[in-house]
């Protein structure tokens, strides 16, 4: 009877609702792994979320499923709730979100083999007084799962100092999912107040690894997790470097090139990377992987005194390299440069509501924050997912420059 009853159990769970969902942490047995690879190749939503679940049902122990269950079902009638007052997390608002173009290379290492892993189709770096976050989304892929759904880096920084906590990693598990786990020190680092040639080195909480942080050169940070005891205690995440280089020390940034290798416990898939990102203006992403592709030719029809005429292609002095062409000044002090195949996300330096005139959006961005100054962005028929991005040019410049902006 009991385990007609487990049975029971776990098949309530597999087919109830999803509002709620558990994580199991125990090993995953042989069948649990099989209906992960058929999760990964249906090409049903629904059934994915079922499959998903049964493995969930065949990892959890029964107990704490039948407790989900119970929490689940509604109150019987007549039976009295004491109202709960509703808490909200209130998000700490970001310094500054990036959007890249992605070149390089992804792979996994599990024991001797070695798995490429496909290109992000959107690339982020996000930076709060909490946390820094780098995060590589994976491009969708229609009648099958995504490959990951996100991997990345994150230190949390979630101290008056703004030193590093806490050290993740988010690494694909090749099953259309992703795996996070890190290491907290014992003692904040110093992170990004790093002097030159300055490192600093803390014990994990539970003492079995050590974080060292270090800034090699003005541009280069590098975060090492290396075991204490050798042999290594059994871990998630035994061995780790990541270096990370930026186009300038403070944000917002150029480029960002990023070498990363790992070392996890046997059966587990490590990360490796080597690329780099090249950095849009904040405020823009991408529509589209790479920004080379469907490139048009763009005409401005007016243009202020003191600029010249002609369109240069790639980008100028004052802006972004992932610019598609630029208009600049005969004394180089004013530039105006055009992205192609982007479009605002909301993101960067807390920019105020967009305006609309005639088909011309404008958002502002603080001339402080050493970005763009204004950014324009087309909603027509031919000039969709254009934006313009002005340097040293007042708003109304701006606007009549993109009013006059035709394709050929």
Same mark, same amino acid.
């Given at each position: 009877m009991g385990v007609l009853r487990d049975a029971c159990v776990r098949l309530r769970y597999v087919f109830g609702s999803g509002r709620h969902t558990l994580f199991g942490t125990s090993s995953q047995p042989r069948s649990a792994r099989l209906l992960l690879q058929v999760a990964y190749w249906s090409p049903s939503a629904r059934v994915r979320r079922r499959l998903l679940r049964a493995v969930w049902a065949l990892t959890i122990p029964v107990d704490l499923l039948a407790e989900s269950l119970a929490f689940q079902r509604a109150p019987a009638a007549g039976h009295h709730q004491p109202g709960r007052p509703r808490q909200f997390r209130v998000a700490s608002p970001s310094i500054n979100q990036q959007c890249a173009d992605f070149e390089g290379a992804l792979w996994t290492v599990r024991g001797r083999r070695r798995r490429r892993v496909s290109?992000? =189709?959107?690339?982020t770096i996000t930076v709060k007084t909490t946390e820094t976050d780098i995060r590589l989304f994976a491009r969708r892929r229609r009648h099958r799962a995504d490959a990951y759904p996100s991997i990345g880096w994150r230190l949390d920084t979630d101290n008056p100092d703004r030193h590093l906590a806490r050290f993740s990693v988010s690494v694909p598990t090749g099953a259309g999912g992703n795996s996070t786990g890190g290491v907290t020190a014992a003692v904040p680092l110093k992170l990004f107040d790093l002097d030159i040639g300055e490192s600093d080195t803390s014990l994990t909480t539970d =003492? !079995? %690894?050590?974080?060292?942080t270090t800034r090699g050169d003005p541009a280069t940070l590098e975060v090492t997790v290396a075991p204490v005891d050798s042999p290594p205690v059994r871990r998630w995440l035994r061995t %780790? !470097? *990541?270096?990370v280089t930026f186009d300038r020390w403070e944000?917002?940034?150029q480029e960002v090139h990023i070498d990363y290798t790992s070392g996890h416990e046997p059966g587990q898939s490590a990360l490796g990377a080597s690329f780099r990102l090249m950095m849009l203006p904040a405020g823009l992403s991408r529509t589209q992987a790479q920004s080379g592709s469907n490139r048009?030719?763009?005409?401005a029809d007016w243009l202020p005194a003191g600029f010249s005429v002609q369109v240069l292609p790639g980008s100028s002095p004052l802006g972004y390299r992932t610019a598609a062409c630029h208009w600049i000044s005969k004394d180089g002090n004013s530039s105006v440069e055009l992205y192609d195949s982007v479009v605002s996300n909301g993101g960067g330096y807390m920019p105020e509501p967009a305006t609309s005139d005639s088909g011309v959006y404008l958002r502002r961005l603080p001339a402080a924050a050493g970005g763009p100054i204004v950014t324009v962005t087309h909603e027509s028929s031919r000039l969709d997912r254009v %934006? *313009?991005?002005g340097y040293n040019i007042d708003d109304e410049t701006l606007t009549?420059? %993109?009013a006059? *902006?035709?394709v050929t």
């Open positions: 290109e992000p =189709g959107r690339c =003492g !079995t %690894a050590s974080i060292t %780790a !470097t *990541l270096e944000p917002p940034w048009r030719r763009f005409h %934006a *313009l991005v009549r420059i %993109a006059s *902006l035709r």
